[in-house]
């Protein structure tokens, strides 16, 4: 072919490993990077969850060891997750100073002050019915729903929480957890909007590991349409108006878009959630030889964070975070 002079050789910035780190775009930091804990009441529990491989439920006693591991990892924030010993209508154990939450809660300022400790606010893990809020002739009650979100969110910020994540997808759970937490002197208690929580088929590992699967009937009158990324970024709008200090889109991999949408619009730091099917699938694969785990999982943190993301919140953070130090 005849070379033009003014011809763009871009291969001139991928010779050499060192060229295209300084050229690099985007970078993956361990400050990126939330890694998510189930913990359940009782003594001794460490169990694998089945599909979530490297993934455990723990006991509070059974703790320490992992909290050690996490500053080990380097990683700078973990979202807790609670499992029930008794569930009933009105998710009561959600709310008890001494439940499984609110005690690890405890523990990881005690062993690990300088870890930032977010808490899920969500009831579906509590409730007999394993909806997201109190339940009548098969409709989820809204407003009366915001005030069992409200004393969970105020549990945890008195057990000494950094930041209450709601992520039941009620209208105005934001405004109502600011309020509550504002009149019982929590005002620098940080909220995480789960904004953006679509209806996704994505979560099966996640109910199976939090043992939260609707008894009857699903959650698509409440979490969001899959079809729908205007709606996504009105969420994102309403939540940033009743005050969260951050957003979140969920899940991740599969709404790269929404991510990228969500940035361009929002002055709040984005969130995004690499959620337990996108995690399991990678694991299942890997573990069939058929793709390289650990290149992949990589690939695919840099591109939620390339999309817009500035926390991600993946049951990768501490393989990753090790990898990122190496």
């Known amino acids: 072919m005849k070379i033009q002079y003014n011809m763009q050789r871009l291969r001139r910035l991928r010779t050499s490993p060192a060229m295209r780190a300084i050229i690099a775009e985007t970078s993956l930091s361990v400050n990126d990077l939330i890694y998510p804990l189930f913990v359940k009441p009782g003594k001794g529990i ?9 993934q455990y439920r723990y006991s509070v006693d059974m703790l320490a060891g992992e909290i050690e591991n996490i500053k080990k990892a380097g990683l700078k924030a973990v979202l807790l997750f609670g499992l029930a010993g008794h569930k009933d209508e009105m998710a009561s154990e959600s709310c008890l100073p001494d439940g499984a939450v609110q005690e690890s809660i405890r523990l990881f300022k005690k062993l690990a002050p300088e870890i930032v400790v ?8 509590y409730t007999s019915h394993g909806h997201c809020g ?3 002739e098969g409709i989820i ?3 009366e729903s915001l005030v069992l979100l409200q004393k969970m969110a105020l549990s945890h910020a008195e057990a000494g929480a950094d930041v209450v994540a709601p ?6 759970q934001v405004a109502a957890i600011r309020e509550a937490l504002d ?8 909220i995480m909007g789960y904004s953006a929580k679509f209806f996704s088929a994505c979560y099966g590992p996640f109910r199976d590991a939090a043992d939260s699967a609707p008894q009857s009937g699903n959650r698509s009158s409440y979490q969001m349409d899959v079809a729908n990324a205007q709606e996504a970024l009105r969420e994102i709008e309403i939540d940033e108006a009743e005050g969260a ?3 979140m889109v969920k899940p991740a991999v599969f709404y790269l878009d929404i991510i990228a949408r969500a940035a361009a619009q929002s002055k709040l730091p984005i969130a995004a959630y690499n959620v337990s099917g996108e995690y399991a699938m990678i694991k299942a694969a890997a573990e069939k030889g058929w793709i390289d785990e650990n290149k992949v999982m990589m690939e695919m943190l840099l591109s939620i964070k390339r999309a817009g993301a500035g926390l991600i919140i993946t049951y990768f953070a501490k393989d990753a975070a090790h990898l990122l130090k190496d």
Request: charged share 25%; with cysteine; net charge negative.
């Open 46 to 54: 460490r169990e694998e969850i089945s599909s979530m491989k490297g």
């Open 118 to 125: 977010m808490t899920d606010v969500c009831v579906c893990g």
């Open 134 to 136: 109190i339940l009548k």
């Open 141 to 143: 009650q809204n407003d």
């Open 167 to 172: 992520s039941a997808m009620m209208d105005g």
């Open 183 to 190: 009149k019982n002197g929590y005002s620098n208690t940080s």
């Open 245 to 247: 200090d951050m957003v």
